[in-house]
C-alpha cells in the first residue's frame, strides 16, 4: 500500500547503507530522509563503507549530500544515534562520544512507546557464535558482485520502461537455499541472544534481509540495506513497528506471517 509524501514517526532506523560503494542507493534514501520526521534517528551500522573505500576511492556528489542530510537532521532537533556497523568499524573506538550533533554508540536499549525493551545492534557480534559460509562472504563474493550488476542494469533498464526500482538482487538471493539457510541461523541466533539478555526484542542489520517478525511479545526486526532493498524501520507514536520500503515511492512491507516457527525450527 502506498502512502503519502509524509512519514511522521516516533523513531526511524536505517542501516547498511554503504557510502563510498558503487551500489549504494544514495539518492533513494536522500529522497526519504526528506519525506520523514522523526524525534529519533538510529544509523544501524554499515553507513560509511570503508571496505570499499579502501579498495577504491568512490564518493560521488549524492553521497556527500547524504551525509549533510544526516547531519541537518541532527542540527534542526532529530536525535540521531550512530552504531557503527562492521564496515565502519573504526567508529565504535568513539564509543559514548558525539560528532557534531550525532551521537556514537556500540549498541543501544531502546523503549518503545509501549514499554518494549529492544536491543539495537548492527548485528555483526553474531558472526562470533556462528560459523558461516555463504553469509561472510556476502559482500565481498564475485557472485554477490555480480547479482548486484544484475541488479543496476535490470534497474536501469525499468527506470527506462518507467517502471519503479525492484530489488532483483534480493530476489534472487532469498530464491539461493545457502543463502536463505545462513540468514535464519542468523535470525536465530540475534532472537537467542536477546532472549538471554531479557530483552523484548531485537533490531539489526548486517546481513541486508529486512524483516519484521512479531510472536508472542517478542519482536524480531531487520532494517534491511540501502544497496538491495531500499528498507526502514519505523515506530509510529504508539509504539507500532513497520517495515517500509522505498522504490520510488514509499511502501509499506507485510511482516512475516509465520513469525518465529522458522527461525526457532531452524
Request: glycine content about 6%.
Given at each position: 500500500?502506498s502512502?503519502?509524501?509524509?512519514?511522521?514517526?516516533?523513531?526511524?532506523w536505517?542501516?547498511?547503507?554503504?557510502?563510498?560503494?558503487?551500489?549504494?542507493?544514495?539518492?533513494?534514501?536522500?529522497t526519504?530522509?526528506d519525506?520523514?520526521?522523526?524525534?529519533?534517528?538510529?544509523?544501524?551500522?554499515?553507513?560509511?563503507?570503508?571496505?570499499?573505500?579502501?579498495?577504491?576511492?568512490?564518493?560521488?556528489?549524492?553521497?556527500?549530500?547524504?551525509?549533510?542530510?544526516?547531519?541537518?537532521?541532527?542540527?534542526?532537533?532529530?536525535?540521531v544515534?550512530?552504531?557503527?556497523?562492521?564496515?565502519?568499524?573504526?567508529?565504535?573506538?568513539?564509543?559514548?562520544?558525539?560528532?557534531?550533533p550525532?551521537?556514537?554508540?556500540?549498541e543501544?536499549?531502546?523503549?518503545?512507546?509501549?514499554?518494549?525493551?529492544?536491543?539495537?545492534?548492527?548485528?555483526?557480534?553474531?558472526?562470533?557464535y556462528m560459523?558461516?559460509?555463504?553469509?561472510?562472504?556476502?559482500?565481498?563474493?564475485?557472485?554477490?558482485?555480480?547479482?548486484?550488476?544484475?541488479?543496476?542494469?535490470?534497474?536501469?533498464?525499468?527506470?527506462?520502461?518507467g517502471?519503479?526500482?525492484?530489488s532483483?538482487?534480493?530476489?534472487?538471493?532469498?530464491?539461493?537455499?545457502?543463502?536463505?539457510?545462513a540468514?535464519?541461523?542468523?535470525?536465530?541466533?540475534?532472537?537467542?541472544?536477546?532472549?538471554?539478555?531479557g530483552?523484548?526484542?531485537?533490531?539489526?542489520?548486517?546481513?541486508?534481509?529486512?524483516?519484521?517478525?512479531?510472536?508472542?511479545?517478542?519482536?524480531?526486526?531487520?532494517?534491511?540495506?540501502?544497496?538491495?532493498?531500499?528498507?526502514?524501520?519505523?515506530e509510529?507514536?504508539?509504539?507500532?513497528?513497520?517495515?517500509?520500503h522505498?522504490?520510488?515511492?514509499?511502501?509499506?512491507?507485510?511482516?512475516?506471517?509465520?513469525?518465529?516457527a522458522?527461525?526457532?525450527?531452524?
Open positions: 500500500m502512502v503519502s509524501k509524509h512519514v511522521n514517526a516516533r523513531t526511524v536505517i542501516s547498511d547503507v554503504h557510502l563510498g560503494f558503487k551500489d549504494c542507493k544514495a539518492d533513494y534514501l536522500y526519504f530522509l519525506s520523514i520526521s522523526c524525534e529519533t534517528l538510529y544509523l544501524v551500522g554499515d553507513i560509511v563503507d570503508l571496505w570499499s573505500l579502501k579498495k577504491r576511492v568512490y564518493w560521488p556528489q549524492e553521497h556527500y549530500h547524504l551525509l549533510l542530510k544526516l547531519y541537518e537532521l541532527a542540527e534542526k532537533g532529530t536525535r544515534i550512530y552504531i557503527p556497523g562492521n564496515h565502519d568499524d573504526p567508529m565504535r573506538r568513539f564509543d559514548g562520544q558525539t560528532f557534531g550525532i551521537e556514537i554508540m556500540h543501544h536499549v531502546f523503549e518503545s512507546a509501549n514499554g518494549k525493551r529492544l536491543w539495537i545492534l548492527h548485528g555483526d557480534a553474531m558472526d562470533a560459523q558461516f559460509d555463504w553469509l561472510t562472504k556476502m559482500t565481498g563474493d564475485i557472485a554477490y558482485c555480480f547479482l548486484l550488476w544484475l541488479n543496476r542494469w535490470g534497474n536501469r533498464l525499468r527506470k527506462l520502461a517502471r519503479p526500482y525492484f532483483l538482487a534480493g530476489q534472487i538471493k532469498s530464491n539461493v537455499h545457502g543463502a536463505r539457510s540468514i535464519e541461523r542468523y535470525k536465530k541466533q540475534c532472537i537467542e541472544e536477546a532472549r538471554r539478555q530483552y523484548d526484542g531485537v533490531v539489526c542489520g548486517h546481513i541486508h534481509s529486512a524483516d519484521l517478525d512479531i510472536h508472542d511479545g517478542f519482536t524480531y526486526a531487520n532494517t534491511g540495506d540501502w544497496v538491495e532493498s531500499c528498507t526502514a524501520l519505523i509510529d507514536y504508539s509504539g507500532k513497528l513497520n517495515l517500509l522505498f522504490v520510488d515511492k514509499v511502501e509499506w512491507m507485510k511482516p512475516t506471517q509465520e513469525p518465529l522458522a527461525a526457532n525450527a531452524a
